[in-house]
Antibody, heavy 120, light 110 residues
């Protein structure tokens, strides 16, 4: 059974870089059937897709965040990571990692989410 | 890219049916059959309820169904139950190879 688990600091200072890792168990990030993705949800608000990556290294970013976001894959650790730089209070959110099917572009598995607060 | 348009809230009584709409453009909803729907209970991660417009994952009740006409997709829940009360989000693939979510709809079971 696939499980995804987010990890990283729960508090980040303004202007610094938010870094999160998603550890995948019960499946492989090297699978050609899926993309690996990050989604966020500000408190009390809706979902916002951030980025996804394929095992080949192909990356796609939300245009509104593209200048500040990097996603990467570590196949040896079966993990993928998110870096978001120059954060502000507007980046405060629950960050979810998810598995995205490459046949239908749906998120068929999600991590539990981790709250990241941007504050000095 | 703009978020897909969903009603902020819908409500219905137990046993009734409700429909939630999700309106996009020809660059997303109207251009692909890659529309999915997610249910989110408070404090929980979203759960996939419908994929590729009208398909149900294993384990999802057949009370949930999806459809699409032009640039608008719809989620219908029949035989409403108290446990259906949650937030619902649609999402779509786009011509830019990106993904976009709807703003979310809060379903209240009266």
């Amino acid at each position: 059974q696939l499980q995804l688990q987010e990890s990283g600091p729960g508090l980040v200072k303004p202007s610094e870089t938010l870094s999160l890792t998603c550890t995948v168990s019960g499946g492989s990030v090297s699978s050609g059937s899926y993309y690996w993705s990050w989604i966020r949800q500000p408190p009390g608000k809706g979902l916002e897709w951030i980025t996804y990556i394929y095992y080949s290294g192909t990356t796609i970013y939300n245009p509104s965040l593209k200048s500040r976001v990097t996603i990467s894959l570590d196949t040896s650790k079966n993990q993928f990571s998110l870096n978001l730089n120059s954060v502000t209070a507007a980046d405060t959110a629950v960050y979810y990692c998810g598995r995205l099917t490459n046949s239908g572009f749906n998120f068929d598995s999600w991590g539990q989410g981790t709250l990241v607060t941007v504050s000095s | 890219q703009s978020a897909l348009t969903q009603p902020a809230s819908v409500s219905g009584s137990p046993g009734q049916s409700i429909t939630i709409s999700c309106t996009g453009t020809s660059s997303d909803v109207g251009g692909y059959n890659f529309v999915s729907w997610y249910q989110q209970h408070p404090g929980k991660a979203p759960k996939l309820m419908i994929y590729e417009v009208s398909n149900r994952p294993s384990g999802v009740s057949n009370r949930f169904s999806g459809s699409k006409s032009g640039n608008t997709a719809s989620l219908t829940i029949s035989g409403l139950q108290a446990e259906d009360e949650a937030d619902y989000y649609c999402s779509s693939y786009t011509t830019s190879s990106t993904l976009v979510f709807g703003g979310g709809t809060k379903l209240t079971v009266l």
